[in-house]
C-alpha cells in the first residue's frame, strides 16, 4: 500500500521555523521527484518545491527561495522541508507528494502519488 505521511506541521509565530516531514512506503521512492504544494484558504494551490530523485536538483517557487530548504533521505523513504522566517503568508495546508517526473503541477492527478496534508498556521 502506499503511502505518503506528512508531519511536523503546527502553529508558529512570524519568523519562526518549521521543518516538515514526508514519509514515503510501499513504491520505489528513490526513482521519483519529491514535492511540496501548498493550498491556502480561499485560494489556488500552489507549487512549493520539488527535489529529484538523487537529491541533485532542487527548485522553489519565488516566495520562499532563501527561506525553505528542502532535502531528502532516500536509505529513511523521507523528504524534509525546513522552513525559516516564516511570514502569515505561509500559512497553508501543505501537501507532499511524488512523480516519476519534473514538473510544477499544482492539479494532485499530474502525481503518481498525494499525501493527505498537514496544516502550516503562521500567526501571531
Known amino acids: 500500500q502506499v503511502q505518503l505521511v506528512e508531519s511536523g506541521g503546527g502553529l508558529v509565530q512570524p519568523g519562526g521555523s518549521l521543518r516538515l516531514s514526508c514519509a514515503a512506503s510501499?513504491?520505489?521512492?528513490?526513482?521519483?521527484?519529491m514535492y511540496w504544494v501548498r493550498q491556502a484558504p480561499g485560494k489556488e494551490r500552489e507549487f512549493v518545491s520539488r527535489?529529484?530523485?538523487?537529491?541533485?536538483?532542487?527548485d522553489y517557487v519565488d516566495s520562499v527561495k532563501g527561506r525553505f530548504t528542502l532535502s531528502r533521505d532516500n536509505a529513511k523513504n523521507t523528504v524534509n522541508l525546513q522552513m525559516d522566517s516564516l511570514k502569515p503568508e505561509d500559512t497553508a495546508v501543505y501537501y507532499c507528494?511524488?512523480?516519476?517526473?519534473?514538473?510544477?503541477?499544482?492539479?494532485?492527478?499530474?502525481?503518481?502519488?498525494w499525501g493527505q496534508g498537514t496544516q502550516v498556521t503562521v500567526s501571531s
Open positions: 507528494a511524488a512523480s516519476r517526473l519534473a514538473s510544477r503541477s499544482t492539479r494532485p492527478q499530474s502525481y503518481n502519488y
Open positions: 510501499g513504491f520505489d521512492f528513490s526513482g521519483y521527484w
Open positions: 527535489i529529484s530523485w538523487n537529491g541533485n536538483s532542487t
